[in-house]
Nanobody, 124 residues
Framework: QVQLLESGGGLVQPGGSLTLSCAAS????????MAWYRQAPGNERELVAA???????YYVDSVKDRFTISRDNAKNTLYLQMNELKPHDTAVYYC??????????????????WGQGTLVTVSI
């Protein structure tokens, strides 16, 4: 079992910065990739950024050059450094972990796990 706990959300002014953290616990050896998603009011949840154990990174176009995703495997923690924040970045941000494709890691039938979310509000 893997559990994810996000932190770092809050209120920030446009142009400001904020860093989100996602602490993973449990069977963390089963984590293959991790990602940040967000869901704004009235919108569908969207992928913001993702990393793999190989070090690859992906960003949605709207946050490229502003956000940086990183993963500290020793601490089992995922980070999202957000700079130059804009009002449209306002959303609940969710941490996601996708499991390795092995019998042991997929024994419960789940492919991924989600955190509870942390709210980021960008406003004057």
């Amino acid at each position: 079992q893997v559990q994810l706990l996000e932190s770092g959300g809050g209120l920030v002014q446009p142009g400001g910065s904020l860093t989100l953290s996602c602490a993973a616990s449990g069977d963390t050896v089963c984590i293959a990739s991790m990602a940040w998603y967000r869901q704004a009011p009235g919108n569908e949840r969207e992928l913001v950024a993702a990393v793999t154990n190989a070090g690859g990174a992906y960003y949605v176009d709207s946050v490229k050059d502003r956000f940086t995703i990183s993963r500290d495997n020793a601490k089992n923690t995922l980070y999202l450094q957000m700079n130059e924040l804009k009002p449209h970045d306002t959303a609940v941000y969710y941490c996601n972990a996708h499991f390795r494709n092995t019998d042991a890691c997929l024994s419960r039938g789940d492919l991924e796990v989600w955190g509870q979310g942390t709210l980021v509000t960008v406003s004057i």
